[in-house]
């Protein structure tokens, strides 16, 4: 029976491309694997794919009586629907260990890095694995990707020196720019609805008992939001209530500015203006140096429902 | 703040033994580590441990404020009282993936393997740090335990692998003969409490919401239990009430004739026998070839209480 390798639901570049980087290692060790993705690919990933010629993994959104290895994620917030109907075979990740639990012994990699291929870069290096040029340069971007080139404060030097590597590896003479070129198709929000845009990278979570959805969206200029910022607000009111969450918010994320700006729709919003020391100005707040949702939003807002 | 490396409640020899490896290896890499224990040191782990000259890990079990590298086991029930308290900075394991969560990123080392100390072997290799002669003798002790020298089926080709690497390094020859000498101790059971030898390696799980603890006493001959099983089966009946558990049982397993009696004290026994589609008489059952709690008792038991 195959392994599918699987990131998480609303998959990000990291989700996408560690599931293929991962699967490609699986067979070359003779674990027969398939990658697969829980939904849409986003524009980033798309451009990431073509650069070096991948097609996206199968769409795959029911794993009952399947054998998982599961990529970018721990908790069950962001696992297929029927995952207790299929056996965990491992965990690859980079986040903050999830409620996911198994009723089989695993393989678990989960390191405090910047990004989930960094740790597939490692179970490479373990198994003796030749990573191929392709695969080195979908990897090498989703660090880039999760790391917003080496700004966010989840990035380490290991994510760095791996970079390095693959962008040996991969013939990339310069990856920041390659990087950016990334970001700036990120950053093409023209004409895209305000739900998409909330979805786009979006991550619910349990927070002691109330539920809290959080999206993201990194750009290159934040002005770009000037015409849809009120239309993102209403949206988030709407999707709170449609999803019956406590919180909505979405991070509007400046990566040259180096801050986000948090749209937060609330139905109690001060847990976050407790959270994070600030006030809220119609249900808007910059915060500064603020690039991480995993390492600057979620510690602090979590612990804040408690 | 120095990190405490900590193994399971009631501990084994695997969990003391991780301990002082892990320990070791984290002040090797600049990390401050003490090793820590949750509870008195068995006869075998003692023996381990005067074999090879280390005193036992400080008692600790509390760990508000505290760091801990957690070794040996990923669940709540297994963890220090006020473990919500404390900052969970890795785990290394080889059990199922437990119910533990943290609030930031870690690191975690788990895999389908027999013992514990065979990941902190791959991450001394990982880490390019070398195992001190006496370090290493305590390790290839403990994966000798939980392997039951290489008998269980939790057994695999790397944990025998590791245990030969580990000898050269300790210099010890016929670490099968240290093997048996050490099950020996473990086999003394004369003059010890009933309560004492229940509790000795003993486990609790939560069930689908049903609460069941398993012991398990590894010998070379069953033969040495006949003068106390009815008293065994008694307290064991005892502590179910005490401890308010759906079932509680006890694995005699004999490591020679590779098999388990199992005494069962259970408000519902016919989950029990369902789950191994066995009668039991009296209380009691032989399952042959079961030799390890982990593979062949907690996946078939659990499914039973779903
Ligand atoms: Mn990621
Ligand atoms: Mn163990």
Redesign the interface.
């Known amino acids: 029976m195959a392994i599918y390798t699987c990131g998480h639901t609303t998959p990000d570049s990291d989700s996408i491309c560690s599931a293929i980087s991962l699967a490609y290692l699986l067979n070359k060790i003779g674990r027969e694997a398939t990658p697969a993705r829980q939904g849409e690919v986003n524009p980033e990933t798309q451009f990431i794919l073509d650069r070096f010629g991948f097609t996206a993994p199968e769409l795959k959104t029911s794993f009952a009586g399947e054998e998982i290895f599961i990529t970018d994620y721990s908790?069950r917030g962001q696992a297929p629907k029927d995952i207790d109907e299929a056996t965990?075979v491992g965990?690859v990740d980079?986040?903050?260990?999830?409620?996911?639990?198994?009723?089989?012994?695993?393989?678990?990699?989960?390191?405090?890095?910047g990004c989930t291929n960094t740790i597939v870069k490692?179970m490479y290096d373990?198994h003796k694995v030749e990573i191929p040029k392709e695969i080195a340069g979908i990897m090498m971007c989703a660090i880039l990707s999760d790391t917003v080139i080496f700004k966010s404060p989840?990035c380490t030097d290991l994510d760095i020196k791996v970079v390095r590597e693959l962008a040996q590896i991969a013939g990339i003479e310069d990856f920041g720019a390659l990087g950016m070129e990334m970001f700036k198709v990120k950053s093409a929000v023209e004409g895209v609805p305000v739900r998409e845009l909330i979805l786009r990278d979006y991550k619910p979570f349990d927070m002691h008992g109330s539920k809290v959805g959080i999206g993201q969206l990194e750009v290159v200029d934040l002005t770009i939001f000037d015409a849809v910022k009120d239309e993102l607000q209403a949206d988030l009111d709407k999707l709170r209530e449609e999803e019956g969450l406590h919180t909505a918010a979405l991070l509007l994320t400046d990566i040259m500015k180096e801050g986000s700006e948090v749209l937060v729709s609330s139905s109690d919003a001060s847990i976050f203006e407790k959270a994070f020391d600030k006030k809220l100005e119609n249900g808007k707040v910059w915060i500064d140096g603020c690039l991480s949702r995993?390492?600057q939003i979620?510690?602090f807002l979590?612990?804040a429902f408690a």
């Open positions: 908790d965990i965990i980079h986040h903050k260990l999830g409620d996911l639990t198994t009723s089989a012994p695993l393989e678990c990699w989960i390191r405090p890095v490692e373990y989840t995993k390492k979620i510690p979590e612990p």
